[in-house]
């Protein structure tokens, strides 16, 4: 059974940073594309990044492009999302998501996590 | 940025009866357009890829359609457990980007 848990969120000030992860199990980590999408609280989904298999490749949306990092650990089965620079703008619930498999089009996701919250406030 | 852009906002239906939900997309995404149920409190849930494409376990009540800008979800027969807010996502270019949602209630 797949299963992506998240951790990491919590309360940071204006300006400062935090690290996100996302243990993953029941599938072979490292032959997928892996992603991170946010919902600040009572809003829609926003995509938010995207590291292919052998982190070889990321992808960033432009709101957090230069502030947040994807990262990933094949031989820890985990994904990261370090965020810097951190805004009010950035509060969201923050979902880790599994790209299907496949090559070509093929940039949605068919497993995600519960997410963790981050809440940016002074 | 491809914007997508569904409609309507909210959508009262009543058990039993169809529910027809749109997406358009701001540019031709082709058919890479994926949909997505959310209930509250839980994580999104692929419905549909390939714009007609059901995702694995998804009853035959769901069907996609369309192609290009324009696309449909349609749930033929609204079960008690459809109610939820439904999104549209691209997949066709970066950034990835998803509609507004669609919040089908009873």
């Known amino acids: 059974e797949v299963q992506l848990l998240e951790s990491g969120g919590g309360l940071v000030q204006p300006g400062g940073s935090l690290r996100l992860s996302c243990a993953a199990s029941?599938?072979?980590?490292?032959?997928?594309?892996m992603a991170w999408v946010r919902q600040a609280p009572g809003k829609g989904l926003e995509w938010v990044s995207n590291?292919?298999?052998?982190?070889?490749?990321?992808y960033y949306a432009d709101s957090v492009k230069g502030r947040f990092t994807i990262s990933r650990d094949n031989s820890r089965n985990t994904l990261y999302l370090q965020m810097n620079s951190l805004r009010a703008e950035d509060t969201a619930l923050y979902y880790c998501?599994?790209?299907?498999?496949?090559?070509?089009?093929?940039?949605?996701?068919?497993?995600w996590g519960q997410g963790t919250l981050v809440t940016v406030s002074s | 940025e491809i914007v997508m852009t569904q409609s309507p906002a909210t959508l009262s239906v009543s058990p039993g009866e169809r529910a027809t939900l749109s997406c358009r997309a701001s540019?031709?995404?082709?058919?890479?357009l994926a949909w997505y149920q959310q209930k509250p409190g839980q994580a999104p849930r692929l419905l549909m890829y390939?714009?007609?494409t059901r995702a694995t376990g998804i009853p035959a009540r769901f069907s996609g359609s369309g192609s290009a800008t324009d696309f449909t979800l349609t749930i033929s027969s609204l079960q008690s457990e459809d109610f939820a807010v439904y999104y549209c996502?691209?997949?066709?270019?970066?950034?990835?980007?998803f509609g507004g949602g669609t919040k089908v209630e009873i």
């Open positions: 998501a599994k790209r299907i498999g496949g090559s070509g089009y093929t940039n949605y996701f068919d497993y």
């Open positions: 029941g599938f072979t980590f490292s032959n997928y594309a």
């Open positions: 590291i292919d298999g052998n982190a070889g490749a990321t």
């Open positions: 540019q031709s995404v082709s058919s890479h």
């Open positions: 390939g714009a007609s």
């Open positions: 996502q691209q997949y066709n270019d970066w950034p990835l980007t």
